[in-house]
């Protein structure tokens, strides 16, 4: 059998000075382990930004702790507890106001209501009952209101006024001549609208305070 070139070759010896050339010009190998700590490897601090270097933590995109109170989440400065306390008794102080205006104000309305009733009531106790005569020739003078008022009368009223049988009653800017018993039944409803009754077991000293050259 023919003898392959690899075995000529290898009988000759230039494959064995071949091989010892390439040893001798080949670089030293590396030795396993030690390896330079702290170099540039790739994903480990070194290289491009972006491939697994060390990232400062909080940068954009990343889950990192950012300065609070930043636009858009402001923070309040807190308050001190005297501003607390004043807030709250200014509340409290508006309060209070609106509820005494609401009070006054129903105190108001209620009053109003009040005197309409009343008004109603007297007018309701005066119908038909005024005794004034159109051809009343005399006039009874009396003080009412802080001053001098006067009624037309005829004798029989005059006498029976200063008897105490008739008295004065004043509606609507007009003054009512009308019986005793109209008298008493206003003066539990409404005194303030009897202008003249003459009390007749009053002293004969005291009168109605006329003058006496104006009671006819």
Known sequence: ?????????????????????????????????????????????GGKPGQGGNRPQ?????????????????????????????????????QTDAAERRKAEAEAAEQARLRKEKKRMVEELLKGKALNLAEADLVRHFPYGEKIRRVHVDAA?????????????????????????????LRGLAPEYIALMVDPDAPADQDDGVPDDLVW
């Open 1 to 45: 059998m023919a003898e392959s070139l690899r075995d000529q070759l290898l009988k000759s010896g230039l494959v064995k000075e071949i091989r010892d050339e390439a040893r001798k010009n080949a670089p030293p190998a590396r030795q396993g382990g030690n390896r330079p700590q702290g170099g540039n490897r790739p994903g480990q601090g």
């Open 58 to 94: 909080g940068g954009k995109g990343q889950g990192g702790n950012r300065p609070q109170g930043g636009k858009g989440n402001p923070q309040r400065a807190p308050r001190k507890d005297g501003e607390i306390d004043l807030a709250k008794a200014y509340a409290m102080r508006a």
């Open 157 to 185: 009223q005059l006498a029976a006024i200063n008897a105490g049988q008739l008295g004065v009653v004043q509606q609507g800017g007009r003054y009512l001549v009308v019986d005793s018993a109209t008298i008493e039944g």
